[in-house]
């Protein structure tokens, strides 16, 4: 993740999230465990626009995504925010309860 926030290599929506799930693991020892204890949700974005026309990759359980959200507030998406020198800047909303990047977030809208 430190490359692509320094420009030196491109990563799609995809690729991106992984990555910033694996960031949530502060010690490569613990990566074997935290695998183990994985929940995998599938990454199937839905590309639309929020309410106010920021481009969005919704993910399962966000109300843009068709598969419905838990609740009005649930957020799991890719912010698509421009295109620049990493090639899309994005950042991610995620409040789902026991997802990896919500605690991240302490339990609110984990924003990377």
Known sequence: MQ???QGQVKLIPPQWYTI???TTV???????D??????VYPIQPEFTADDAGAAVAALPGDPLHPDGARAPTDRHRI???RMGK??????LECNLPGHPLAAAGGGSAAKL
């Open 3 to 5: 490359l692509y926030n």
């Open 20 to 22: 910033s799930e694996l």
């Open 26 to 32: 502060r010690r490569h020892a613990q990566l074997a």
């Open 34 to 39: 935290a695998a183990r204890h994985r929940t």
């Open 79 to 81: 912010l698509i925010k």
């Open 86 to 91: 990493r090639g899309m800047d994005m950042g």
